[in-house]
């Protein structure tokens, strides 16, 4: 059964870090979508279980999906100039 989190609107200033998803216990299978509808790219943070952290840029203008195992973390980071989007994270036991 798939868990649909609610939509979350980000505004992120200049190098700046942001959690938007958390579950330190064990993790669990998720999907993360992010649309970055800003003027610089964005990095998307994850972090699995026993799983090397992974980071994603997202371009100015673009979006991207990710079914990810394991998750305990999803964040966004940003550069040197802020950014505006969404993130939506699905949980599922896929």
């Given at each position: ?53 992974i980071t994603y840029t997202i ?31 699905a949980t599922s036991d896929f």
């Open positions: 059964m798939a868990i649909v989190l609610p939509q979350q609107t980000f505004s992120i200033g200049p190098n700046i870090g942001k959690s938007y998803y958390e579950n330190l216990n064990g993790g669990i299978n998720a999907t993360v979508t992010v649309n970055n509808n800003g003027p610089a790219p964005i990095d998307l943070v994850l972090t699995r279980v026993n799983a090397p952290v371009p100015a203008s673009s979006s991207l999906t990710l079914a990810v195992a394991r998750l305990l973390v999803a964040a966004l980071l940003t550069g040197p100039v802020g950014t505006f989007g969404t993130i939506q994270i």
